[in-house]
């Protein structure tokens, strides 16, 4: 009895669905993901002359040891000066606050703050400087 064997024919992988399912996910998570900086805070820089029409701005300034000063005061948290802003806000007493970094204050503490506040209410918001 005579048995032929015939030799294994070596199939090669193709790469081309492999390159289709990459490009598909790409294309998905294009279209899936949004390009919109969703992050983002809305800075004003510079402020308008105070007169008779318009209030001054409150300084909030953020020191280097974490604590924040307004009005000759101390405070721990943005929430505890939150509150008396507010007050003044309605009250017409200020037009806008500004958060003013002392020298040495990470960008990441001042965010901080501005988040702090935005999130307590305050929308009138803008960045000062020395």
């Not at 790409?26 to 209030?55: C, E, K, N, Y």
């Not at 200020?94 to 970094?101: D, E, K, L, N």
Request: proline content about 5%.
């Amino acid at each position: 009895m005579h048995i032929e064997v015939t030799p294994r024919r070596q199939h090669r992988i193709s790469l081309t669905p492999l390159i289709d399912v990459v490009f598909i996910l790409l294309v998905f998570f294009m279209l899936a993901s949004s390009l919109m900086d969703w992050r983002g805070i809305d800075i004003a820089t510079g402020s308008a002359p105070a007169d008779a029409d318009h209030p001054p701005s409150a300084t909030i300034i953020v020191r280097a040891d974490d604590a924040i000063g307004f009005d000759g005061g101390r405070f721990d948290s943005p929430a505890d000066v939150a509150g008396i802003l507010r007050r003044q806000l309605a009250a017409g007493d200020i037009s806008s606050v500004v958060v003013q970094p002392a020298e040495g204050v990470t960008l990441g503490r001042t965010i901080a703050v501005f988040d702090a506040l935005a999130g307590s209410g305050i929308d009138a918001l803008a960045l000062g400087r020395d």
